[in-house]
């Protein structure tokens, strides 16, 4: 059996748009993958091909710990409502303070982009149209964590690499998604991703 062909950003678009929203009237699509894999830097592209807005799981995770809380309130506060026809949005997370801040309101649109760890977790999947899974070597992906966070952090990057290998083994959520991506060129989006 041969590899499957690469296929580019504007074919995953198409296809996104060919899916029937499952959100209400909103396509809900999850830009999910460990750590430093590319996925903000893919879900930015994307959402600059559908003109869609763009949510990061940063924003909702309570602190290094909070994965599976991060998880919770995405449903509880943006994915519920926004299926229910209802004012959806989420209370920003301020990582300095360790405390949420500001209501931020996501309005209504055609597509929604979900980024970051857990945005494709079973919990979210009645929400979802399309799930894409980014993915990286490990050694790459530390490399871009600790250059993004600085070294202090190298715990807390290990602390949570804990929660999302357990995340994903539980949900194979990579076994789910409608697209795979490899993040390791540092261009996710450009010609690589592959379906599953």
């Given at each position: 059996?041969g590899?499957?062909?690469?296929?580019?950003?504007?074919?995953?678009?198409a296809?996104?748009?060919?899916?029937?929203?499952r959100?209400?009237?909103?396509?809900?699509?999850a830009?999910d993958?460990?750590?430093g894999?590319?996925?903000?830097?893919?879900a930015?592209?994307?959402?600059?091909r559908?003109?869609?807005?763009?949510?990061?799981?940063?924003?909702?995770?309570?602190?290094?710990?909070g994965l599976?809380?991060g998880v919770?309130?995405?449903v509880?506060?943006?994915?519920?409502?926004?299926?229910?026809?209802?004012?959806?949005?989420y209370?920003?997370y301020?990582?300095?303070?360790g405390?949420?801040?500001?209501?931020?309101?996501?309005?209504?649109?055609?597509?929604?982009?979900?980024e970051?760890v857990g945005?494709?977790?079973?919990?979210?999947?009645?929400y979802?149209?399309?799930?894409?899974?980014v993915?990286a070597?490990a050694?790459?992906?530390?490399?871009?964590g600790?250059a993004?966070?600085?070294?202090?952090?190298e715990?807390?990057?290990n602390?949570?690499?804990?929660?999302?290998d357990?995340?994903f083994?539980s949900?194979?959520t990579?076994?789910?998604a409608d697209?795979?991506?490899?993040g390791?060129?540092?261009?996710?989006?450009?010609?690589?991703?592959r379906?599953?």
């Amino acid at each position: 059996m041969g590899e499957v062909p690469a296929i580019g950003l504007d074919d995953i678009a198409a296809e996104i748009r060919r899916r029937p929203p499952r959100a209400a009237g909103c396509r809900v699509i999850a830009v999910d993958g460990p750590s430093g894999s590319g996925k903000t830097e893919f879900a930015g592209r994307l959402g600059v091909r559908l003109a869609a807005p763009v949510v990061h799981m940063d924003d909702l995770y309570p602190g290094w710990h909070g994965l599976a809380e991060g998880v919770h309130r995405l449903v509880g506060w943006l994915l519920g409502p926004l299926a229910a026809g209802e004012p959806a949005g989420y209370r920003r997370y301020d990582w300095t303070r360790g405390q949420y801040a500001e209501w931020r309101e996501v309005p209504p649109s055609l597509e929604i982009i979900i980024e970051g760890v857990g945005s494709g977790a079973v919990s979210c999947a009645p929400y979802l149209s399309f799930l894409v899974w980014v993915e990286a070597p490990a050694d790459v992906r530390f490399a871009r964590g600790i250059a993004r966070d600085g070294p202090t952090y190298e715990p807390q990057w290990n602390r949570w690499a804990e929660q999302e290998d357990e995340m994903f083994a539980s949900e194979h959520t990579r076994e789910r998604a409608d697209v795979i991506v490899d993040g390791s060129s540092g261009l996710p989006g450009g010609g690589v991703p592959r379906p599953r």
